[in-house]
Nanobody, 125 residues
Framework: QVQLVESGGGLVQAGGSLRLSCAAS????????MGWFRQAPGKEREFVAA????????YYADSVKGRFTISRDNAKNTVALQMNSLKPEDTAVYYC??????????????????WGQGTQVTVSS
């Protein structure tokens, strides 16, 4: 079982940048497909980005494509989400998630078995 802890959230003005980090413990992260999700008040949790075990492939929601970059460092057991050109609508609690499954739908939260506690990102206009 893997434990996940996010960090790096905060308050930033529109157009600014933040870098979120997800640190894993308990098991090596290379055994898991990883994803970032977010949840705004009153809304459902939504997919943001995903990365394969090797880091060779990445996937993004249309709303963040070209602005966010997901990456991983399996040697350091970390996954990062670089967020640029932030918009007020990016305001949400951001969660990293891990799945040990080899066959899963990367945009579906139910396919991820392990979650961090979340980190708040607030973008002011």
């Amino acid at each position: 079982q893997v434990q996940l802890v996010e960090s790096g959230g905060g308050l930033v003005q529109a157009g600014g940048s933040l870098r979120l980090s997800c640190a894993a413990s308990g098991r090596t992260l290379s055994s898991y497909g990883m994803g970032w999700f977010r949840q705004a008040p009153g809304k459902e949790r939504e997919f943001v980005a995903a990365i394969t075990r090797s880091g060779g492939s990445t996937y993004y929601a249309d709303s963040v494509k070209g602005r966010f970059t997901i990456s991983r460092d399996n040697a350091k057991n970390t996954v990062a989400l670089q967020m640029n050109s932030l918009k007020p609508e990016d305001t949400a609690v951001y969660y990293c998630a891990a799945t040990p499954r080899y066959y899963y739908t990367r945009e579906r939260a139910q396919d991820y078995d392990y979650w961090g506690q979340g980190t708040q990102v607030t973008v002011s206009s």
